[in-house]
């Protein structure tokens, strides 16, 4: 009797210790860390009482998705891995509200990537960590159990191309264990692998991203069937470029298989992910659980096979569509939407060029999506920019430089114009102009600086070539990158220096002006030709994008405008990532009806094409495009921003918009309404002109001021009903709702 109270002493003090232990990474005894493997874990455990919060820590390398109780709780956890070379991410989910009292199961099915890619940097070793010090219970040990699904293979067809760390996805619902994850499972005990901190995977870095929004599952807008010899192509179409999980309901003999791709598989001309099932016998349902995005989903289904429902499930970064543009010019309200349409589908795990082809975090990209998203999406979306920031700084070489995409295990080379650009005014200044979070910029203010001095001066005082790992200024031709990459320069030390006044550092800001100075003497005593800037060197057509980016950062004065506007009338170079700068160029020189002009020309084919809701990576697609061709490329909607900045007018002036600006430039449009969703709160804003004048009114949230500025060619005649000093030019105002005449200057 005495021996077996001892033992049952000695099993609880065993179990206690279990659960009390440090959380370890865990692994399946029979994983082979193969690519594309799939793992399923189990714990179950008593509670007594359910604690007030459960916050847990979960980490995978690749993915995970979590059950408790047979509830799902996380749909595709974990962020690429990737904060830095050595590093990985982790997500903190509250459980308690899926937790009782008595018997508890947690479940978790795991994917390993295991493939290089644009956008992930594997540790080599697939594992699942928990650990919440809350409930120990929780943790992750050789208390869970575990095993390969067995359902899950890897097609043999075509694989994915090199830039996507996703593979294909093959189900075989003959190997299925239904339900397995809300009923206990008789596996082997899992394989401790190493604890928190270990390599391969290295410090956990919380997750600085929410997690995916998940719209649920809904019907497409169309289901067409069109027969074929052996199987029948089901095409279903989508309401817009979406990231979804196909769904199916089918009955159908055993081994049966089923082909699940969408029309932008072939996106930018290289194969990207689609979804394989093989059929049990009988009725049954699945959905991919690998995301694919496209505006038709394609069921390729054997001739035995009864599609009885097919389906949808869209998932994307949790954000809302706050902001809000319209007006009297439907062309720019339709360019708008699509332009919002294919932000959103750039938005996942990062920023990224495209979701079909690469899903790659490229930096001129990002730039451009970030500061369209300030005036399109509500402030969670900012957090995206944020991660994107410091991992660009987490990546950083020990000799200064840095390089995008990352996180990556397969691409190393700097993009130096692509640098400049993501470290300055419309870069890593943007964000913290727009959010007001120094934090951020003390952090990174040191990486920034050390990678502006790797660049080093000509004799003739502008900013010697740097060729990086590809020396490349935009898509297309007659790109004169030497004066491309002095006036990029020139924009980052404006970064630089704003964030150097944000963070109180004088001595820098002083020796950063004075630099910049220097430059702006020694371009134009280099560059400007009379007629153009151009390098010495450069011999092919004249580059609008480097007279653009002359304007937009200061280097140009008022005295050059008249020439460079000539260019601008007889030059189209410019991609649609570098055509930003042109439209902005042209408002900044008061010349914004020339620019909505030049917009419509040039964006007029993809704006007007009817086949898609998203903008082109090129001026148009196949034989039209250049660069690969996507059909939903973000760095094509920089107009979006334009037309809250510009037209409207709306920018901040001072870190988190504790002042803006409010300069109006309806450049021949008659009316536009505006909501901008700030840090602060929305400011909205509405304008009507006509040949006498403008019309304008707009509210200043708590905890901000604003300065309105007299559109061009007018005067300010009344604010809030009553008249003020005619020869005044702008207004300080409060907090509250406000309205402004004005009239035009005869």
Not at 383 to 389: I, R, S
Request: net charge neutral; hydrophobic share 35%.
């Amino acid at each position: 009797m005495k021996l077996k109270v001892f033992m049952m002493l000695v099993s609880v003090a065993l179990c206690s210790y279990a659960f009390a232990s440090e959380p370890s990474w865990i692994t399946t005894v029979d994983n082979k860390d193969k690519t594309s493997t799939w793992m399923c874990f189990q714990n179950e455990f008593d509670l007594q009482d359910i604690p007030q919060n459960a916050f847990t820590r979960i980490a995978a390398d690749s993915k995970y998705w979590l059950w408790i109780n047979g509830i799902l709780v996380v749909r595709e956890g974990g962020v690429k891995r990737g904060p830095n070379p050595e590093d990985s991410y982790c997500d903190t989910v509250d459980l308690n509200p899926y937790l009782h009292k008595g018997k508890n199961l947690v479940s978790a099915l795991v994917w390993y990537f295991g493939k290089q890619g644009f956008s992930y940097n594997p540790s080599g070793k697939g594992a699942f960590f928990m650990s919440c010090e809350y409930l120990p219970e929780l943790n992750t040990g050789n208390n869970w159990r575990g095993q390969l699904h067995p359902a899950f293979y890897m097609p043999d067809r075509t694989i994915p191309n090199y830039r996507l760390p996703e593979s294909n996805i093959g189900f075989d619902a003959r190997r299925d264990i239904s339900g397995w994850q809300a009923e206990s499972q008789k596996w082997k005990n899992a394989k401790e692998v190493g604890a928190e901190g270990d390599k391969p995977w290295g410090k956990l870095h919380d997750r600085i991203i929410p997690q995916w929004k998940d719209y649920g599952v809904a019907n497409y807008m169309s289901v067409e069937r069109r027969p074929g010899a052996k199987a029948d192509t089901i095409i279903a179409k989508l309401p817009y470029n979406c990231h979804v999980n196909p769904v199916m309901t089918v009955s159908a003999p055993a081994g049966k298989k089923i082909d699940i791709r969408t029309d932008n598989y072939m996106g930018g001309g290289e194969p990207g992910v689609y979804a394989e099932y093989v059929t049990k016998k009988g009725v049954q349902t699945y959905e991919a659980p690998g995301w694919m995005n496209g505006h038709h989903v394609i069921y390729t289904v054997p001739k035995e096979v009864e599609v009885q429902n097919v389906a949808y499930r869209e998932t994307g970064y949790d954000t809302d569509f706050t902001g809000t543009f319209e007006c009297s010019d439907e062309f720019l309200n339709k360019y708008r939407q699509k332009a919002l349409r294919t932000l959103y589908v750039t938005m996942r795990d990062t920023y990224m060029d495209c979701p079909d082809r690469e899903r790659a975090q490229w930096w001129g990209d990002e730039v451009n999506e970030s500061g369209e998203a300030f005036y399109a999406l509500s402030p969670s979306s900012h957090a995206l920019m944020k991660k994107g920031m410091y991992e660009l700084i987490g990546w950083q070489r020990a000799d200064g430089s840095i390089y995008a995409p990352v996180p990556s295990s397969n691409w190393n080379k700097e993009l130096p114009g692509q640098m400049l650009a993501s470290v300055g005014k419309y870069g890593f200044w943007n964000y913290v102009l727009n959010t007001g979070d120094l934090e951020t910029a003390a952090d990174l203010y040191d990486g920034v600086k050390r990678y502006l001095s790797v660049w080093k001066k000509a004799p003739d005082g502008t900013m010697s070539d740097r060729e990086g790992g590809w020396h490349w200024g935009d898509w297309g031709d007659n790109i004169d990158k030497v004066a491309l990459y002095n006036a990029l320069y020139y924009i980052a030390q404006t970064g630089l220096r704003e964030m150097a006044i944000s963070l109180g550092n004088k001595a820098d800001a002083d020796s950063i002006s004075k630099e910049m100075h220097n430059l702006k003497e020694a371009f134009n005593r280099s560059f400007w030709t009379g007629k153009a800037y151009r390098h010495p060197d450069y011999k092919d057509d004249t580059d609008d994008r480097v007279q653009a980016l002359a304007v937009v950062s200061g280097l140009a004065d008022n005295d050059k405008y008249p020439a460079l506007l000539e260019i601008f009338r007889t030059t189209q170079h410019a991609s649609p990532y570098m055509e930003k700068y042109v439209t902005e160029a042209l408002f900044d020189m008061g010349e914004g009806k020339f620019a909505l002009e030049r917009m419509k020309h040039r964006f007029g084919p993809m704006v007007n094409h009817p086949g898609y809701s998203t903008l082109f990576e090129g001026w148009g697609i196949g034989k039209e495009g250049f660069g690969g061709g996507t059909t939903n490329h973000a760095w094509s909607g920089g107009g979006l921003t334009i037309l809250s900045q510009k037209v409207c007018g709306i920018e901040p002036l001072s870190p988190g918009y504790r002042s803006f600006r409010i300069a109006p430039d309806l450049a021949g449009v008659e009316w536009v309404r505006t909501v901008v969703p700030t840090v602060r709160g929305e400011i909205n804003f509405e304008a009507k002109e006509d040949s006498n004048g403008m019309e304008f009114s707009f509210n200043v949230p708590e905890g901000t001021s604003a300065i309105a500025v007299a559109p061009r060619g007018m005067k300010i005649v009344s604010v809030d009903g009553k008249k003020c000093d005619p020869r005044s030019s702008a207004v300080l105002s409060k907090v509250g709702n406000h309205s402004i005449s004005a009239t035009r200057i005869k």
